[in-house]
């Protein structure tokens, strides 16, 4: 069964910093790998989809990579804004859907 | 196209009402999916449509909730006999297909009272 565990539960840093959030799945068959934001009582917004033949996907300030065989993946966050407080939630589509972890909540102080 | 569309945004419900939510995908997508989300954790299935087959329900979907996606189009989850324990978001997702990601609607809040 594939379980995905992101890693921290919650971060707060200073604006301006780079960041890396981390995500791990027990199961390296995967079809792909995306990252999410959700606002405090929104839905989700997709920030990149990495395919399984895939390293890296590269949006603005956002790096995300795959290690499909460590079974791992890392959100960078370059330059971090007030604006990037939400909580980021990593997906992996395996076994015929997306299957979550439980987030990490991050803080970006001004 | 505005996206994947639910309604209605919340909904406060006694115990043992019935209650529906419905979910508009993007409409070229031919897959939907149904998730719920309690505070604090991530997303868990619920079920999944290619068109107008339900090829998919998790353990979580027990007998009091069903799911219908007429005409490969527009779906609906029904609750009946709602218990405290409905209480979550309920998102809406469709998928054109698995090179393409998912996309998620705002979600319905649920509040059992």
């Known amino acids: 069964k594939q379980e995905v565990t992101q890693i921290p539960a919650a971060l707060s840093v200073p604006e301006g910093e780079n960041l890396v959030l981390n995500c791990s799945f027990t199961?390296?068959?995967?079809?792909?790998l995306q990252w999410f934001r959700q606002d405090p009582g929104k839905g989700l917004t997709s920030l990149l989809l990495?395919?399984?033949?895939?390293r890296e996907q590269t949006s603005g300030r956002l790096n995300a990579s795959l290690d499909k065989s460590s079974g791992r993946s890392t959100l960078y966050i370059a330059a971090s804004q007030p604006g990037d407080s939400a909580t980021y939630l990593c997906a992996v589509e395996s076994q015929g859907n997306l299957i979550f972890g439980k987030g990490t909540k991050l803080s970006v102080k001004p | 196209d505005t996206g994947v569309s639910q309604n209605p945004r919340h909904k406060i419900t006694k115990r043992g009402q019935n209650v529906t939510f419905r979910c508009d995908p993007i409409s070229e997508h031919n897959r939907l999916y149904w998730y719920r989300q309690t505070l604090g954790q991530g997303p868990e299935f619920l079920t999944y449509?290619?068109?107008?087959?339900?090829?998919?329900k998790s353990r979580l979907l027990s007998d009091r909730f069903s799911a219908e996606r007429p005409k490969g189009s527009f779906s609906t989850l029904e609750i009946q006999r709602t218990e405290q324990g409905d209480s979550a978001m309920y998102l809406c997702?469709?998928?054109?297909?698995?090179?393409?990601?998912?996309?998620f609607g705002s979600g319905t809040r649920l509040t059992v009272v």
């Open positions: 990495i395919q399984s033949s895939q």
């Open positions: 199961d390296s068959a995967i079809y792909n």
């Open positions: 449509f290619q068109n107008e087959a339900q090829l998919e």
């Open positions: 997702a469709s998928s054109f297909s698995q090179a393409y990601g998912y996309t």
